[in-house]
């Protein structure tokens, strides 16, 4: 399995250039602050280009920052576990995943690390990335998920 990570405008350029890749599964990030902001503003449509997305309407925020946001640890990211089985699903599937969130930079490049580490054991690689700024609350969650659906689902 391939893991790419992908902002908002790239992933655009490439489904309006009909360059979306076959056999491959995609976890979009979207920001619900933009929404506050930009009544308009929705999750990318994937609809025509790919059948296998998941979509989580998530803060991007720091481990300092969640109370200010009124989250705790545990609150935050409630969707982690489904995230994992979509992983797992697209994992014994064969199909590579798309790390999507509005600048590539820090929700999706946290998910992608937690699967590559889970999986392959390369998710130093995002946080080496100096581009990247993996999202630590995103990488936790999802390990701590992926960990939790390995031991206790059948695989």
Do not use: W
Not at 15 to 30: D, L, M, Q, R
Not at 57 to 63: N, S
Not at 84 to 101: P, R, T, V
């Amino acid at each position: 399995m391939n893991v790419f990570i992908y902002s908002r405008e790239e992933i655009e350029t490439i489904i309006s250039e009909g360059k979306f890749p076959k056999n491959t599964a995609v976890i979009s990030f979207f920001d619900p602050a933009i929404k506050r902001i930009d009544a308009d503003y929705t999750h990318i449509d994937y609809s025509g280009v790919c059948d296998c997305v998941f979509y989580s309407e998530l803060d991007d925020l720091d481990i300092d920052a969640l109370k200010d946001k009124g989250y705790t640890y545990d609150l935050y990211f409630p969707e982690a576990d489904k995230i994992a089985e979509f992983i797992y699903k697209a994992f014994n599937s064969g199909m590579d995943i798309i790390c999507q969130c509005e600048y590539g930079q820090s929700r999706s490049a946290g998910c992608a690390a937690a699967i590559l580490e889970h999986f392959y054991h390369t998710g130093i690689t995002v946080f080496a990335d100096y581009k990247r700024y993996p999202s630590q609350v995103v990488y936790h969650k999802i390990s701590d998920a992926l960990e939790h659906y390995k031991k206790y689902r059948i695989i």
